[in-house]
Protein backbone atom coordinates (compact mmCIF):
# COMPACT_ATOMS: atom_id res chain seq x y z
CA UNK A 1 0.00 0.00 0.00
CA UNK A 2 1.36 3.74 -0.54
CA UNK A 3 0.49 5.79 2.38
CA UNK A 4 1.45 9.72 2.83
CA UNK A 5 4.21 9.15 5.46
CA UNK A 6 4.73 12.76 5.48
CA UNK A 7 4.29 15.02 8.50
CA UNK A 8 3.30 13.06 11.62
CA UNK A 9 3.26 15.22 14.26
CA UNK A 10 5.26 14.27 17.54
CA UNK A 11 1.95 13.31 19.25
CA UNK A 12 0.81 10.59 17.25
CA UNK A 13 -2.25 8.66 17.82
CA UNK A 14 -2.33 5.07 19.27
CA UNK A 15 -2.42 2.83 16.26
CA UNK A 16 -4.87 0.40 17.47
CA UNK A 17 -7.22 3.02 18.48
CA UNK A 18 -6.98 4.86 15.36
CA UNK A 19 -7.68 1.67 13.22
CA UNK A 20 -10.97 0.98 15.23
CA UNK A 21 -12.06 4.29 14.12
CA UNK A 22 -11.49 3.77 10.89
CA UNK A 23 -13.48 2.04 8.06
CA UNK A 24 -13.25 -1.59 6.97
CA UNK A 25 -12.33 -1.06 3.36
CA UNK A 26 -11.38 -4.77 2.91
CA UNK A 27 -14.68 -5.56 3.74
CA UNK A 28 -15.90 -2.78 0.49
CA UNK A 29 -13.26 -3.70 -1.69
CA UNK A 30 -12.30 -0.12 -2.54
CA UNK A 31 -8.96 1.22 -3.37
CA UNK A 32 -9.16 4.49 -1.19
CA UNK A 33 -5.99 4.19 -0.32
CA UNK A 34 -2.87 3.56 -2.98
CA UNK A 35 -2.76 -0.14 -3.09
CA UNK A 36 -4.11 -0.82 -6.04
CA UNK A 37 -5.77 -4.28 -5.15
CA UNK A 38 -9.12 -5.60 -4.56
CA UNK A 39 -11.17 -2.62 -6.35
CA UNK A 40 -14.14 -5.31 -6.94
CA UNK A 41 -16.67 -6.04 -4.19
CA UNK A 42 -19.31 -8.07 -5.25
CA UNK A 43 -21.23 -7.80 -2.10
CA UNK A 44 -21.59 -3.51 -3.01
CA UNK A 45 -20.90 -3.49 -6.62
CA UNK A 46 -18.63 -0.95 -5.97
CA UNK A 47 -14.96 -0.91 -7.79
CA UNK A 48 -12.91 1.87 -9.79
CA UNK A 49 -10.48 0.42 -13.12
CA UNK A 50 -8.56 1.72 -13.62
CA UNK A 51 -7.20 1.59 -9.88
CA UNK A 52 -8.36 5.09 -7.48
CA UNK A 53 -4.64 5.91 -7.51
CA UNK A 54 -3.75 5.51 -11.62
CA UNK A 55 -6.96 7.77 -11.66
CA UNK A 56 -5.05 10.14 -9.60
CA UNK A 57 -1.67 10.19 -10.86
CA UNK A 58 -3.44 10.63 -14.55
CA UNK A 59 -5.04 13.84 -13.22
CA UNK A 60 -1.66 15.03 -12.04
CA UNK A 61 0.02 14.14 -15.66
CA UNK A 62 -2.83 15.73 -17.38
CA UNK A 63 -2.63 18.71 -15.60
CA UNK A 64 1.22 19.64 -15.72
CA UNK A 65 0.66 18.71 -19.39
CA UNK A 66 -2.35 21.23 -19.82
CA UNK A 67 -0.13 24.25 -17.93
CA UNK A 68 3.01 23.11 -19.35
CA UNK A 69 5.10 22.88 -16.00
CA UNK A 70 9.17 22.36 -16.54
CA UNK A 71 9.32 21.60 -12.87
CA UNK A 72 7.65 19.78 -9.97
CA UNK A 73 7.68 19.23 -6.65
CA UNK A 74 5.43 15.87 -5.59
CA UNK A 75 5.25 16.34 -1.52
CA UNK A 76 4.53 12.91 0.03
CA UNK A 77 6.05 10.58 -2.46
CA UNK A 78 6.11 8.04 0.07
CA UNK A 79 7.24 4.81 -2.14
CA UNK A 80 8.27 7.27 -5.64
CA UNK A 81 5.63 5.49 -7.32
CA UNK A 82 4.17 8.53 -9.13
CA UNK A 83 7.78 8.88 -10.95
CA UNK A 84 6.93 6.28 -13.21
CA UNK A 85 4.27 8.44 -14.77
CA UNK A 86 5.83 12.11 -13.83
CA UNK A 87 8.65 10.60 -16.19
CA UNK A 88 6.24 10.49 -19.32
CA UNK A 89 5.30 14.20 -19.14
CA UNK A 90 7.55 15.35 -22.09
CA UNK A 91 7.28 19.32 -20.70
CA UNK A 92 8.83 18.24 -17.46
CA UNK A 93 12.70 18.74 -17.38
CA UNK A 94 12.95 18.32 -13.36
CA UNK A 95 11.39 16.73 -11.14
CA UNK A 96 11.83 16.47 -6.69
CA UNK A 97 10.18 13.91 -4.72
CA UNK A 98 10.14 14.95 -1.17
CA UNK A 99 9.49 13.15 1.81
CA UNK A 100 10.13 13.33 5.59
CA UNK A 101 9.99 9.46 6.27
CA UNK A 102 14.15 8.86 5.13
CA UNK A 103 14.33 5.22 5.83
CA UNK A 104 11.33 4.84 3.34
CA UNK A 105 13.47 7.01 0.75
CA UNK A 106 16.49 4.71 1.03
CA UNK A 107 14.58 1.45 0.68
CA UNK A 108 12.69 3.08 -2.71
CA UNK A 109 16.07 5.22 -4.00
CA UNK A 110 16.01 2.66 -6.91
CA UNK A 111 12.69 3.60 -7.79
CA UNK A 112 13.87 6.70 -9.66
CA UNK A 113 16.30 5.24 -12.01
CA UNK A 114 15.32 5.00 -15.68
CA UNK A 115 13.81 2.00 -17.26
CA UNK A 116 14.91 -0.16 -20.59
CA UNK A 117 11.88 1.78 -22.08
CA UNK A 118 13.26 5.21 -21.24
CA UNK A 119 16.95 4.38 -23.20
CA UNK A 120 14.95 2.72 -26.45
CA UNK A 121 12.49 5.53 -26.56
CA UNK A 122 14.30 8.26 -25.23
CA UNK A 123 12.51 12.12 -24.30
CA UNK A 124 13.12 14.75 -26.60
CA UNK A 125 14.16 17.06 -23.54
CA UNK A 126 16.13 16.18 -20.68
CA UNK A 127 14.81 15.01 -17.13
CA UNK A 128 16.77 15.13 -13.33
CA UNK A 129 15.02 13.32 -10.88
CA UNK A 130 15.90 14.08 -7.10
CA UNK A 131 14.84 12.04 -4.54
CA UNK A 132 15.33 14.26 -1.18
CA UNK A 133 14.35 13.52 2.48
CA UNK A 134 12.47 16.52 4.14
CA UNK A 135 9.26 18.77 5.63
CA UNK A 136 6.61 20.62 3.39
CA UNK A 137 7.01 22.59 6.05
CA UNK A 138 10.30 24.28 4.94
CA UNK A 139 11.64 25.00 1.91
CA UNK A 140 14.91 24.36 0.06
CA UNK A 141 16.64 26.58 -1.95
CA UNK A 142 17.19 23.88 -5.24
CA UNK A 143 13.42 23.68 -5.39
CA UNK A 144 12.45 27.02 -4.80
CA UNK A 145 11.92 28.24 -8.32
CA UNK A 146 9.88 25.01 -8.93
CA UNK A 147 6.84 25.56 -10.96
CA UNK A 148 4.53 23.20 -10.22
CA UNK A 149 3.98 21.22 -6.34
CA UNK A 150 1.72 18.50 -6.02
CA UNK A 151 0.18 16.58 -3.04
CA UNK A 152 -1.53 13.99 -3.61
CA UNK A 153 -3.83 12.31 -0.56
CA UNK A 154 -1.60 14.04 1.68
CA UNK A 155 -3.16 16.82 3.59
CA UNK A 156 -5.52 14.40 5.54
CA UNK A 157 -2.34 12.87 7.05
CA UNK A 158 -1.63 15.91 9.14
CA UNK A 159 -2.94 18.08 12.16
CA UNK A 160 -4.33 21.26 11.42
CA UNK A 161 -1.29 23.14 12.65
CA UNK A 162 1.26 21.22 10.47
CA UNK A 163 -1.08 21.50 7.83
CA UNK A 164 -1.63 25.22 8.51
CA UNK A 165 2.79 25.40 7.93
CA UNK A 166 2.73 23.14 4.83
CA UNK A 167 0.15 25.38 3.32
CA UNK A 168 1.94 28.54 4.12
CA UNK A 169 5.44 27.30 2.80
CA UNK A 170 3.89 26.29 -0.44
CA UNK A 171 1.23 28.96 -1.14
CA UNK A 172 3.69 32.18 -0.02
CA UNK A 173 6.93 30.63 0.12
CA UNK A 174 7.80 28.72 -3.08
CA UNK A 175 4.16 30.05 -4.47
CA UNK A 176 4.47 27.30 -7.53
CA UNK A 177 2.93 28.72 -11.24
CA UNK A 178 0.19 25.11 -10.12
CA UNK A 179 -0.35 23.95 -7.01
CA UNK A 180 -2.52 19.99 -7.83
CA UNK A 181 -4.22 19.09 -4.25
CA UNK A 182 -6.20 15.88 -4.21
CA UNK A 183 -7.96 14.67 -0.62
CA UNK A 184 -11.18 11.91 0.26
CA UNK A 185 -14.62 13.25 0.05
CA UNK A 186 -16.09 12.14 3.18
CA UNK A 187 -19.74 12.34 1.78
CA UNK A 188 -18.17 9.40 -0.77
CA UNK A 189 -18.08 7.40 2.54
CA UNK A 190 -21.39 6.25 2.86
CA UNK A 191 -20.86 4.08 -0.32
CA UNK A 192 -18.80 2.56 1.76
CA UNK A 193 -21.32 1.13 4.01
CA UNK A 194 -20.36 3.33 6.70
CA UNK A 195 -22.97 6.30 7.99
CA UNK A 196 -20.25 7.31 10.62
CA UNK A 197 -19.25 10.33 9.80
CA UNK A 198 -16.37 10.22 12.16
CA UNK A 199 -15.09 6.98 10.83
CA UNK A 200 -11.94 7.32 7.99
CA UNK A 201 -11.01 5.52 5.16
CA UNK A 202 -7.16 5.11 7.19
CA UNK A 203 -6.07 4.95 10.25
CA UNK A 204 -3.84 7.58 9.90
CA UNK A 205 -6.52 10.27 8.39
CA UNK A 206 -6.44 13.10 10.72
CA UNK A 207 -9.93 14.59 8.90
CA UNK A 208 -11.70 13.87 6.12
CA UNK A 209 -13.42 16.86 4.62
CA UNK A 210 -16.63 17.36 2.70
CA UNK A 211 -16.96 19.15 -0.16
CA UNK A 212 -18.18 22.24 1.22
CA UNK A 213 -14.98 21.96 4.06
CA UNK A 214 -12.63 21.35 1.05
CA UNK A 215 -13.57 24.64 -1.05
CA UNK A 216 -13.24 27.13 2.09
CA UNK A 217 -10.08 26.03 2.91
CA UNK A 218 -9.33 26.40 -1.22
CA UNK A 219 -11.09 29.77 -0.98
CA UNK A 220 -9.31 30.78 2.21
CA UNK A 221 -5.90 30.10 -0.03
CA UNK A 222 -7.03 32.35 -3.17
CA UNK A 223 -8.01 35.04 -1.11
CA UNK A 224 -4.50 34.81 1.33
CA UNK A 225 -2.09 33.84 -1.60
CA UNK A 226 -3.25 35.07 -4.73
CA UNK A 227 -4.46 32.08 -6.95
CA UNK A 228 -6.96 31.30 -8.49
CA UNK A 229 -8.85 27.31 -8.08
CA UNK A 230 -10.82 25.07 -10.48
CA UNK A 231 -12.52 21.83 -8.27
CA UNK A 232 -11.68 18.44 -10.10
CA UNK A 233 -11.38 14.66 -8.68
CA UNK A 234 -11.54 11.26 -9.73
CA UNK A 235 -14.05 8.17 -8.74
CA UNK A 236 -17.31 8.29 -9.77
CA UNK A 237 -19.29 5.72 -9.93
CA UNK A 238 -21.45 4.84 -13.26
CA UNK A 239 -24.30 5.04 -11.30
CA UNK A 240 -25.57 8.64 -12.03
CA UNK A 241 -27.93 8.39 -8.88
CA UNK A 242 -24.62 8.76 -6.81
CA UNK A 243 -23.33 11.55 -8.73
CA UNK A 244 -24.61 13.79 -6.15
CA UNK A 245 -21.96 12.68 -3.51
CA UNK A 246 -19.15 13.56 -5.84
CA UNK A 247 -16.06 12.27 -6.63
CA UNK A 248 -14.65 9.67 -4.03
CA UNK A 249 -11.20 11.88 -4.56
CA UNK A 250 -11.81 15.18 -4.72
CA UNK A 251 -9.15 17.67 -6.52
CA UNK A 252 -8.38 20.88 -6.71
CA UNK A 253 -5.94 23.12 -9.22
CA UNK A 254 -4.25 26.21 -8.31
CA UNK A 255 -3.01 28.47 -10.55
CA UNK A 256 -1.25 31.54 -9.56
CA UNK A 257 -3.32 35.06 -10.19
CA UNK A 258 -0.82 36.65 -11.76
CA UNK A 259 2.66 36.57 -13.25
CA UNK A 260 4.99 36.70 -10.86
CA UNK A 261 8.03 38.47 -11.36
CA UNK A 262 11.11 35.89 -10.62
CA UNK A 263 14.87 35.89 -9.81
CA UNK A 264 15.84 32.68 -8.98
CA UNK A 265 19.56 33.65 -7.70
CA UNK A 266 17.67 36.46 -5.43
CA UNK A 267 15.01 33.53 -4.31
CA UNK A 268 17.70 30.95 -3.22
CA UNK A 269 19.14 33.39 -0.95
CA UNK A 270 16.50 33.51 1.45
CA UNK A 271 16.87 29.90 1.42
CA UNK A 272 19.01 26.75 2.98
CA UNK A 273 18.97 23.48 1.91
CA UNK A 274 17.50 21.78 4.69
CA UNK A 275 16.27 18.51 2.78
CA UNK A 276 19.05 15.83 2.43
CA UNK A 277 19.73 14.41 -0.97
CA UNK A 278 18.81 10.26 -1.23
CA UNK A 279 19.50 9.96 -4.86
CA UNK A 280 19.49 11.37 -8.26
CA UNK A 281 18.72 10.27 -11.91
CA UNK A 282 19.15 11.95 -15.19
CA UNK A 283 17.06 10.54 -17.67
CA UNK A 284 18.38 9.46 -21.02
CA UNK A 285 17.29 11.89 -24.20
CA UNK A 286 17.76 12.63 -28.11
CA UNK A 287 20.95 15.11 -27.98
CA UNK A 288 20.59 17.81 -30.66
CA UNK A 289 23.30 17.50 -33.17
CA UNK A 290 22.83 20.34 -35.75
CA UNK A 291 24.24 23.18 -35.24
CA UNK A 292 21.73 26.56 -35.13
CA UNK A 293 23.12 27.46 -39.28
CA UNK A 294 22.25 23.62 -40.04
CA UNK A 295 18.54 23.46 -38.41
CA UNK A 296 17.75 26.74 -40.11
CA UNK A 297 19.12 25.65 -43.37
CA UNK A 298 17.06 22.67 -43.32
CA UNK A 299 13.87 24.21 -42.84
CA UNK A 300 14.60 26.98 -45.09
CA UNK A 301 15.48 24.15 -47.82
CA UNK A 302 12.71 21.83 -47.25
CA UNK A 303 10.00 25.10 -46.94
CA UNK A 304 11.71 26.00 -50.48
CA UNK A 305 11.39 22.46 -51.73
CA UNK A 306 7.82 22.31 -50.90
CA UNK A 307 6.71 25.00 -52.12
CA UNK A 308 8.43 24.88 -55.94
CA UNK A 309 6.81 21.17 -55.86
CA UNK A 310 3.42 22.50 -55.24
CA UNK A 311 3.84 24.78 -58.28
CA UNK A 312 5.41 22.65 -60.20
CA UNK A 313 1.82 20.15 -59.74
CA UNK A 314 -0.26 23.48 -60.52
CA UNK A 315 1.65 23.80 -63.45
CA UNK A 316 2.09 20.34 -64.50
CA UNK A 317 2.02 21.38 -68.31
CA UNK A 318 5.11 23.62 -67.87
CA UNK A 319 7.08 21.70 -65.22
CA UNK A 320 10.93 21.98 -66.89
CA UNK A 321 13.84 24.67 -65.34
CA UNK A 322 14.00 26.91 -62.63
CA UNK A 323 10.70 27.63 -60.60
CA UNK A 324 10.57 31.27 -59.35
CA UNK A 325 10.08 31.99 -55.94
CA UNK A 326 8.88 34.59 -54.24
CA UNK A 327 11.02 34.52 -50.89
CA UNK A 328 8.59 36.29 -49.05
CA UNK A 329 6.45 33.59 -49.64
CA UNK A 330 8.93 31.12 -47.33
CA UNK A 331 7.49 33.16 -44.48
CA UNK A 332 4.22 31.36 -44.33
CA UNK A 333 5.56 28.41 -42.87
CA UNK A 334 5.18 29.41 -39.05
CA UNK A 335 8.68 27.58 -38.59
CA UNK A 336 10.13 30.23 -40.54
CA UNK A 337 7.87 33.42 -39.47
CA UNK A 338 8.05 32.56 -35.96
CA UNK A 339 12.28 32.54 -35.57
CA UNK A 340 13.65 34.53 -38.69
CA UNK A 341 12.98 37.58 -40.79
CA UNK A 342 13.63 37.97 -44.86
CA UNK A 343 17.16 38.63 -44.45
CA UNK A 344 17.94 35.84 -42.15
CA UNK A 345 16.23 33.86 -44.93
CA UNK A 346 18.24 35.34 -47.91
CA UNK A 347 21.11 34.32 -45.86
CA UNK A 348 19.98 30.61 -45.06
CA UNK A 349 19.42 30.72 -49.56
CA UNK A 350 22.81 31.82 -50.05
CA UNK A 351 24.28 29.39 -47.87
CA UNK A 352 22.36 26.80 -49.47
CA UNK A 353 24.11 28.01 -52.40
CA UNK A 354 20.59 28.91 -54.74
CA UNK A 355 20.61 31.15 -57.38
CA UNK A 356 18.71 34.97 -55.89
CA UNK A 357 17.41 37.99 -58.24
CA UNK A 358 19.23 40.65 -57.86
CA UNK A 359 16.25 43.11 -56.16
CA UNK A 360 16.86 40.09 -53.70
CA UNK A 361 13.26 38.99 -53.41
CA UNK A 362 12.75 35.72 -55.99
CA UNK A 363 14.67 32.65 -55.23
CA UNK A 364 15.36 30.43 -58.67
CA UNK A 365 14.78 26.56 -57.52
CA UNK A 366 16.55 24.38 -60.10
CA UNK A 367 14.57 21.14 -61.23
CA UNK A 368 15.90 18.73 -59.71
CA UNK A 369 14.94 19.94 -56.46
CA UNK A 370 11.33 18.80 -57.59
CA UNK A 371 11.17 15.99 -54.95
CA UNK A 372 11.66 17.50 -51.36
CA UNK A 373 12.33 14.33 -49.64
CA UNK A 374 15.03 13.23 -52.63
CA UNK A 375 18.55 12.88 -50.43
CA UNK A 376 17.15 13.55 -47.63
CA UNK A 377 18.76 12.12 -44.22
CA UNK A 378 16.43 10.99 -41.85
CA UNK A 379 16.91 13.69 -39.16
CA UNK A 380 16.26 16.00 -42.39
CA UNK A 381 13.45 13.80 -43.33
CA UNK A 382 11.85 14.75 -39.56
CA UNK A 383 12.60 18.38 -39.17
CA UNK A 384 11.06 18.36 -43.02
CA UNK A 385 7.91 16.48 -41.91
CA UNK A 386 6.97 18.39 -38.92
CA UNK A 387 7.51 21.96 -41.39
CA UNK A 388 5.11 20.44 -43.79
CA UNK A 389 2.20 19.72 -41.48
CA UNK A 390 2.91 23.24 -39.71
CA UNK A 391 2.71 24.44 -43.33
CA UNK A 392 -0.34 22.62 -44.18
CA UNK A 393 -2.02 24.08 -40.96
CA UNK A 394 -1.58 27.51 -41.85
CA UNK A 395 -2.46 27.66 -45.85
CA UNK A 396 -5.24 30.07 -45.41
CA UNK A 397 -3.07 32.71 -44.89
CA UNK A 398 -1.27 32.55 -48.03
CA UNK A 399 -3.27 35.29 -49.61
Known amino acids: MIMDHNFIASEKLDKSEAQSNCLDTKSTGIDVEDNGHGEDCKSTGIYFFPPLYAKRYRLAVETLTKYDIKSVIDFGCAECHFVKHLSSVSCLEAIALVDINKELLVSKQKTIAPELRHFIFKRKNPLHVSLLAGSAEETDSRVSHFEGVTMIELIEHLYPDVLQK ?79 LGYCSQAAVFCLNHQRVFSQSLSNEHFSLCYELIAEADYPFEKETCSMNEKIDLEVKYCVQY ?93
Open 307 to 399: LASSLRKENSGNDEGPVALQISRILYFPNIKSFFDEDAVRESLHRCAYQISDDQLIVYVPEEENDESDGNTEEEQCVAHQVCQDYEMHLESWD
Open 166 to 244: VTHNVFDNIKPRLCLVTTPNSEFNVLFKNADPNKFRHWDHKFEWNRAEFKSWCEEICRRYNYIVEYTGVGLLPDKETHH
